[in-house]
């Protein structure tokens, strides 16, 4: 099972276009995809600020602003799912 961190916010239109695009790239893999609001956490919000969204892999940043779905795909299956 890889751990896919998806940091985002309300009102974040590449946050949207991020959040299709990780749905249709993880369907059918062996991926726990957890999403977080970083404007409901003082440090990611501070860590974060406007780079959402975020993706991070195993705790490991691999995207942010875009995902781009064939470089989150090869990174999916690099790690086995």
């Known amino acids: 099972m890889v751990g896919l961190t998806f940091l985002t916010r309300a009102g974040c239109h590449l946050c949207e ?3 299709a695009t990780i749905a249709e790239v993880v369907a059918g893999r062996d991926v726990t995809v957890t999403e977080i609001d970083i404007d409901t956490d ?16 195993e705790g490991r940043q691999h995207s942010f602003h875009r995902v781009d779905r064939d470089r989150l795909s090869q990174a999916l299956t690099a790690l086995g799912a």
């Open 17 to 19: 276009t991020a959040q």
């Open 42 to 57: 003082e440090d990611l919000a501070a860590q974060y600020g406007w780079d959402v969204p975020v993706v991070l892999l």
